[in-house]
């Protein structure tokens, strides 16, 4: 990483922490940096924005643009702890749905075994219903059915079989056709 000149502090203080031996920071970046460290520190003990900024409002004479700007620089350096907080107790979730089910599976408990399996997939996200790419319709078996007549029908055997066939001179009509519409007791 280089710091050029124009850089934020934010991109100073990142350079600091990557690497503080090559990127010194000045007394007033440290006291950002402090600032991050302790905004990070009141998050994991469950403070809110609002109270951080009034906390430091009273404690500090820091204005609330610069608290809020405080706060949203330390989750980009070191992360949004509400996000990694439901994360966490996503993956706590799973590990005791998995040893409920190591038990049951012990025990021969057929019926919460089945409990325990769709706890998993509902809270794994395997069972995720607003899948977009998912489409169903693409596993039906449907039957195709073409009707050609016998002329047209015997130059593709012929084709298939390894033949060239010549179809510029074919004798074909156009046919009248009905679009057919799903009826309406489908779509409910």
């Known amino acids: 990483m280089l710091i050029k000149r124009g850089d934020s502090t934010f991109d100073k203080i990142l350079a600091h922490y990557i690497d503080p031996e090559h ?4 007394d007033t970046n440290t006291d950002i940096l402090n ?3 302790e905004v990070f520190a ?3 003990n469950h403070f809110s924005p609002r109270q951080i900024v009034t906390k430091w409002e009273k404690e500090k004479g820091i204005s609330q643009a610069q608290a809020y700007n405080d706060i949203r620089n330390s989750e980009k350096l070191f992360g949004n702890i509400l996000k990694a907080d439901v ?4 993956v706590i979730w799973m590990e005791n749905t998995r040893d409920f089910l190591k038990r049951c599976v012990q025990k021969g408990d057929r019926s919460n075994e089945s409990k325990a399996l769709k706890m998993l997939a509902e809270y794994g996200e395997l069972a995720n ?5 998912f489409n169903p319709e693409k596993f039906e078996n449907m039957e195709i059915h073409v009707n050609v007549n016998k002329e047209v029908q015997n130059r593709l055997l012929e084709m298939l079989s390894g033949g ?5 001179n074919l004798n074909v009509t156009d046919i ?3 679009e057919l ?3 309406e007791e489908d779509d409910q």
Request: glycine letters at 4%.
């Open 23 to 26: 990127f010194p920071l000045s």
């Open 35 to 37: 600032r991050l460290n």
């Open 42 to 44: 009141l998050r994991l």
């Open 87 to 90: 994360e966490g107790s996503r």
């Open 129 to 133: 219903k607003d899948n977009p790419e």
């Open 164 to 168: 060239s066939v010549d179809l510029n």
């Open 176 to 178: 009248e056709f009905e």
């Open 181 to 183: 519409k799903p009826d």
